[in-house]
């Protein structure tokens, strides 16, 4: 995430600015939030949401980094996922979900003062790898856990 | 959206606050289908949480429909202390969107 938009965002005027150039039609909304990362977030595997998110896929796998989620899932639709790390200037944490039909789960970027730890509850559509990828100084870490699950969360 | 849909607990404990968030909201991933019309549920998840302490952003997050429903949302940070406020917004795909302030306790 660039910190440019950051600032902007916090921009007194970037509200009513924007809110302006929405009833102006310069920008629809999709535009608005064009700062989503939407191809990372369709991408259909987990190296291309990778790229597309954090602008590489190579990382290495790192054992500082710990998963903490259940070994079987009895309800994809919620499995608790804990990723923390002792590593020094963590950015962001990614938690992906390698067979789910949209791997990439959510991201989190960490500002200053903030732990290297977030704990979330994602959907699994099956059984899979979670795979947490961390960027810490410029680098990518990443470490996965399998986790089963017996009834899966995404579709009906 | 008229209601709150965000509830926050921080804790500081050794200059670390822990923060536990749960955010009302369906999470639809759009890949769906409504059982009686057959029709897919159009995709409706919270695109972004940012937390902020202090003026800083502590803590930003993309989410995708890939999150369960009623997201719960944890994390720390240093920096703060018992009684600052902190404030914690979300933004979803549809372009609502909900903040709130806590007190750090």
Known sequence: MSMKRRVFLKGSLAAGAMGVAVGAGLLTPKMVLAAWPKAAFEAKSADEALKGLLGSSDSSSSDDIKIKAPDIAENGAVVPITVSSALTGIESITIMAANNPVPLVASFSLGEGAQGFVSTRIKMGKTGDVVAVVKAGGKLMSNRKEVKVTIGGCGG | ?105
């Open chain 2, 1 to 105: 959206m008229a209601k709150k849909s965000i509830k926050i607990r921080a804790k500081e404990k050794g200059g670390v606050v822990t923060v536990k968030s749960l955010m009302t909201h369906p999470m639809e991933t759009g890949g769906r289908k409504d059982k009686k019309t057959g029709k897919k549920i159009p995709a409706h998840f919270i695109q972004e949480v940012t937390c902020e302490a202090g003026g800083k952003t502590v803590m930003s997050g993309l989410l995708s429909g890939g999150v369960s429903k009623n997201p719960y949302v944890s994390f720390k940070f240093s920096g703060a202390k018992k009684g600052d406020m902190m404030k914690l917004s979300w933004v979803d795909n549809q372009g609502n969107s909900d903040s709130t302030e806590a007190k750090i306790g």
